[in-house]
């Protein structure tokens, strides 16, 4: 059974850079057909994919925050982690990690299929 844990500081300052791990157990992130993802749900809205990392290593990431979103990898230790730059209040939200299995990402033939429990980001001086 696949299971995923996000970690990272729970407070960051505006204008910094939120980093964030999610540390995968029970499945390879290089699985044929799975993408990586993170999503965050800000308080009192509704979930925002932000970004994903593939099996193969390229990343896909929201237009909206492409500017300011970095997803990559660590195959050695199966994590994946997250960084958003220049981070403003409106940044804070509930950041979950997920496994995403696609028969086609490009034309969105995909499903989330686990994730993680979710880790509070807070931006506040």
């Known amino acids: 059974q696949v299971q995923l844990q996000e970690s990272g500081p729970g407070l960051v300052k505006p204008s910094q850079t939120l980093s964030l791990i999610c540390s995968v157990s029970?499945?390879?992130?290089?699985?044929?057909?799975?993408?990586w993802s993170w999503i965050r749900q800000p308080p009192g809205k509704g979930l925002e994919w932000m970004g994903a990392i593939a099996w193969s290593g390229s990343a896909d990431y929201s237009p909206s925050l492409k500017s300011r979103t970095s997803v990559s990898r660590d195959t050695s230790k199966n994590q994946f982690t997250l960084q958003l730059s220049s981070v403003t209040p409106e940044d804070t939200a509930v950041y979950y990690c997920?496994?995403?299995?696609?028969?086609?990402w490009g034309l969105g033939m995909y499903e989330y299929d686990s994730w993680g429990q979710g880790t509070q980001v807070t931006v506040s001086s």
């Open positions: 029970g499945a390879s992130i290089t699985t044929n057909s799975y993408y």
């Open positions: 997920a496994r995403v299995r696609t028969t086609n």
